[in-house]
């Protein structure tokens, strides 16, 4: 069973620019996440989605949006890119939204700005 | 509101125990830990959810004090492949959106 896929595993950007990263999450998943992660801040909640629809938004500016299609697979772009955002951007995927669901996580996009 | 975990990081030998702490100023529905090894994912460890039932690792333990709103995972007899760093999520109430504590360094030495 293929795991979660996250493309392009490093991203080189400058400083106002945007970009768009992908999750393809496992088969059969409707739930995915998305985190930030930086050192000394852990994993920062941005969004999740389930079935196309966002449920859930993280403390993260509009810059930070996202979106699921029908295949479940789910795009988040950032705008107006700052340094600050340097970071790794994972995604996890679960099969529902229920609290007794493991997430499975993406190796993850590292993104750097310039 | 992050959960915190403490300490925020330590150092054994190979078969010591370890416990690490996570507590959260708000009511949990349920607490997920994970371990990251460098350069990796996340791997699901173990889910607690109120009212005691646990799904996870056979070789790793946890508890989940629902009343002080705080959860241990416990790491008895540690091998060098426990080294990593581990993230309590939680889930409070009527939001079912898991946010990650900051995370405890763990390092096994031979």
């Known amino acids: 069973k293929a795991g979660v896929t996250q493309t392009p595993r490093y991203l080189i950007k400058t400083r106002g620019q945007q970009v768009t990263l992908s999750c393809s999450p496992i088969?059969?998943?409707?739930?995915v996440s998305w985190y930030q992660q930086t050192p000394g801040q852990g994993l920062q909640f941005l969004f999740e989605?389930?079935?196309?629809?966002?449920?859930n938004k993280g403390n993260f500016p509009g810059r930070f949006s996202g979106r699921q299609f029908s295949n479940s697979r789910s795009e988040m772009n950032v705008s107006t890119l700052e340094l600050g955002d340097s970071a790794l951007y994972l995604c996890a995927s679960r099969t529902g939204t229920g609290t007794n669901t493991e997430a499975f996580f993406g190796q993850g996009t590292r993104l750097t700005v310039v | 509101q992050q959960p915190v975990q403490s300490p925020q990081a330590v150092i054994l030998r190979e078969g010591e125990d370890a416990v690490i702490n996570c507590s959260s100023s708000k009511a949990l529905y349920s607490v997920h830990w994970y371990r990251q090894k460098h350069g990796e994912a996340p791997v699901f460890l173990m889910i607690l959810l109120k009212g005691g039932e646990q799904k996870g690792h056979e070789k790793i333990s946890a508890s989940f004090n629902e009343k002080k709103q705080q959860s241990s995972l416990y790491l008895t007899a540690s091998q060098l492949s426990y080294s990593g760093t581990y993230f309590c999520g939680t889930a409070t109430s009527g939001t079912y959106k898991y946010i990650f504590g900051t995370g405890t360094r763990l390092k096994v030495l031979a």
């Open positions: 088969s059969g998943h409707r739930s």
């Open positions: 989605y389930f079935s196309e629809t966002q449920r």
